[in-house]
Each structure stands twice: as C-alpha cells, then as structure tokens.
C-alpha cells in the first residue's frame, strides 16, 4: 500500500485491508499487516472503538459496523434522488403512506416520505427516527445482518429469530400494532449493487385497512418498490464503472 505522509492513518488502512478478507485474531493480524504487535493491537482496539472494527462472537477482529453505514450513505444521494417517484408512485397503488427507512447505529430513520393525501394514514416525517426493536422495516433491516448484530438486536424485540427467517425467505416483511397500536405495516428490502441490503421500502396506515394481514394487500407492490430503487443503485454503478 502507497503512503499518504501520515503514518497513524497508513497502519490503520493496512489493518482494515487485512481484515477485508474475513476474521483475524490478533496474532493473524500482525502476520497480515506485518505491524509490530502492540502496534496492531492498539489500532484494532481504536479502531472498535470507533466501530470501523468490531469482534465476531470467537472473539476474532472483523470490519466494523460503521463501514457499512458509510458505504451506505455514499449511495445515498443516488438513492434519495430515486426514492420520491418511486414512493409517490407506491403511495398511488396502495393508497398508503409509504417510507423509506436507513439504519442509523441502533435506530431506523425515515429518510424519504410520500404522505397519503387526506383520510386516517400513519404520517411519519423524514428524520424520524424510531426504534429497531419492532416494525416492519425494522425486521427487514435486520433480518440479514451478520449474525452477531442480529442476536443483539434480538434482545428486547418484538419479533423472534423465527420470523427473521421466514422474512429471509419470502423477501418482504409485515407487522401489526408492534411499533404503534392499530397501525399495521408492509416493508421490503433495498439492495446495493454488491447485494448488502442498506435500506427497507414500507407502506403503512391504520390496521382497519391493511387488516392483520397487510402483506397479503400490499407486500407484491412493495417488493416491486424496492426493486426499483436497488434497479436504480445498479445502474448508477455500472455507468460509474
């Protein structure tokens, strides 16, 4: 790796390089960076520190969470920039408000809104950030996270493994009075050109209409939705490239 001048930050690209090709303990760190041992310690532990490292349930260093955010949030503009047609158009179809939804740390934040027009709707600004214990969107967020992160975000929830994993396999997720009492909700994933998911697509409005079993209304639109939006990551990446 070419050096920057700066010495700290150097050693600190090689540590996250090393771990780019999977778990490393301490000592297969210092093989792989060929930095002194105290030296790769004290990175990889500032580096936890600031969530760029975390560690596997073995103990063993590994990218971080705040990686992800970050890649994330470098699409974001592409993404916001796609995101309004694509949820007015979603609101249209389903008579719904619709959303979508970043995980921000141990939160979900509304980054994009299309308000049903009038009536009894689930209004939600943008920049609301609400809980990842329970919802629609807050399942599909979480339902392919590393394992690790998701057993955390397990805890206190109010949905279980089980569900996680029948939203794995039928690719949308739905809830009923779980984030608010007679609001039902239907959400789906968005994915970035690599596959990682970085964003949940929702509908949501009061039970009476969504029934408690909102999915089966609104969950083909709301998959479309989120193709939509990953359609349009892809293509940006490609004419990037």
């Known amino acids: 790796m070419d050096s920057s001048g700066v010495g700290v930050l150097d050693k600190a690209a090689i540590v996250l390089t090393a771990l780019e090709a999977g778990p490393a303990t301490l000592a297969g760190l210092v093989t ?7 030296t790769a310690h004290r990175l990889a532990v500032a580096l936890e520190h600031h969530r760029l490292v975390a560690r596997d349930m073995q103990g063993r260093f590994v990218l971080g969470p705040r990686l992800s ?23 249209d ?7 979508l939804w970043r995980r921000q740390g141990e939160h979900r934040v509304c980054v994009a809104a299309a308000e049903r027009p009038s009536g009894l709707r689930d209004t939600i600004p943008v920049g609301s950030q609400l809980t990842m214990r329970a919802g629609s969107a807050a399942q599909v967020l979480l339902a392919w996270d590393d394992p690790e992160r998701m057993h955390r975000g397990l805890q206190n929830a109010a949905f279980s493994a089980a ?30 050109p690599s596959g990682k998911i970085i964003a949940a697509v929702s509908v949501s409005g009061p039970l009476e209409r969504l029934s408690r079993q909102p999915g089966r209304m609104h969950a083909p639109a709301v998959l479309a939705a989120a ?15």
């Open 32 to 38: 792989a960076t060929g930095l002194a041992r105290p």
């Open 69 to 91: 955010e970050l890649s994330a949030a470098a699409g974001e503009d592409r993404l916001l920039a796609t995101a309004g047609p694509v949820l007015a158009r979603l609101r």
């Open 93 to 99: 179809i389903t008579g719904e408000s619709a959303q």
């Open 163 to 192: 569900a996680l994993s029948g939203i794995r396999r039928r690719g949308w997720a739905q809830s009923v009075g779980e984030r608010e009492q007679g609001v039902a909700s239907v959400s789906a994933p968005v994915r970035s």
């Open 227 to 241: 193709e939509r939006l990953s359609e349009s990551l892809r293509r940006a990446a490609a004419e990037s490239a």
